[in-house]
């Protein structure tokens, strides 16, 4: 299977997404990273686990800096 990354302008999103919904929901697979930044599974599995196992110890990333790195993609 090949992925590719496209950038569809609105005025013809809606009728691109129609095509693609014509085509075997077996052989096309769609996803959107608009809303996301790119991150692998099992990077943010590694993630979330570090996170978990540091509550008790304390050793978090305060809030705010935790929402500034996210908004800085």
Known sequence: MHTIQL?????????FMGLL???PKDKVEVTSDK???SISFEEAKK???????NISLNEGTPLDEA????FQS
């Open 21 to 23: 919904d014509t085509l």
């Open 47 to 53: 993630k979330v686990e570090r996170a978990i196992n």
């Open 7 to 15: 950038k569809i302008d609105d005025s013809i999103y809606d009728k």
């Open 35 to 37: 809303d996301y930044p």
């Open 67 to 70: 929402i500034g790195k996210v």
